[in-house]
Every structure is written in C-alpha cells, then in structure tokens.
C-alpha cells in the first residue's frame, strides 16, 4: 500500500472530507488529493502535519506502507524528448520520466559559452548533486561561488539560492525529491 492510500484509509476512518484534512493540517487540497490518487508521496513535512490533523503518528502511518515495485526503466538516448531551453545558452534534458512517482530527478545540463542557468531556490529539504561531466563552470549557491571542472561534485542543499554558469559545460544535476 502507498502512503496516499494509507492517509486516505485513515481519514476515512476519522470520517474526515478531504477538505477537512486540507484545512487542519495546512496541507493544500491539491496535494493531499495527489497523494490519496498515488501521483506524489508528499514531503516528510506534510507526512508530519497530516499526521497531527489525523491525531496519529509517523510509525503508524508508515507502519503498512509496502515497499514499492521494483521499477527498471531504460530510456535510450533517442527516445529522450523532454528537454527545456532556458535561452540559447542553457538547455536541460530530462533523464528519466514519470517524476511524480520517483523519489530522484536526474537531468542533463548543457550550458553554453558565457551562458548560465536560470537562478533557482527550492523549498527546505530538497537536495542537489552536480557532477561536472566536461568542460567547467561557476556554481554560485547562495554567497558563495565554487569553481568546477571535469570530474567535480557539488552537493548542496536546494533551499539556498542558486545557478551555474558563466563556462561551457555538461553536468549531471540530481534533484531529491524531485521539484516539479
């Protein structure tokens, strides 16, 4: 059973609408109606405040929570169409598909020269991996700005403020959990 589908048992047995639980837990309509349909898991902070709404806790919540299918996915090079220019320096490709149902978003980062990427802050909790595949670029993560050629790795955490740029580049950024 996935965690939406536990919430959804649960809240059902506290004989609470959707809404309800939406406004005692301060955790929006939208998303917990994404996690009771198996479209996103949600972050360890709503789990936290769904549970609070639920008068349970975490162990319960998580205690008939199967581990999920093993998942295999092979994506060739030619079939990846999922690609977004952020101008014409500065390009990402999509590594994987069907990131709602993944815990990890990897993506390809092409930076041309003198380009950079758009400047980005995610919400607490969300952690970045760059490994630097050729070439090398200005990775500037909050006030601080870290100089990376072939062969380096950055991990930071997302919340801070940042972007790459101002070299020509390949990485590889790994997102968790996935921001979409």
Known sequence: ???????????KSK????LELSNDSDVALATLSRMENGKMTGTLESHMKIC???????PDLYKDLSASKKIVELR??????????????????????NFMNKKMMP????????GRTH?????IG???FIYILDGKVEANIGVNKYDLVKGDTLYFESSLPHHSGLGEARLISVTTPPVV
């Open 1 to 11: 059973m996935h965690v939406g589908a536990i919430i959804h048992k649960l809240r």
């Open 15 to 18: 004989k609470m609408t959707l």
């Open 52 to 58: 609070k709404a639920l008068e349970t806790n975490l």
């Open 76 to 97: 060739p090079r030619v079939t990846r169409a999922d690609v977004f220019v952020h101008d014409n320096k500065a390009a990402f490709e999509m590594l994987a598909s």
């Open 107 to 114: 993506v390809l980062i092409k930076i041309g020269k003198s």
């Open 119 to 123: 400047s980005e802050e995610t919400k």
């Open 126 to 128: 969300v952690e970045r």
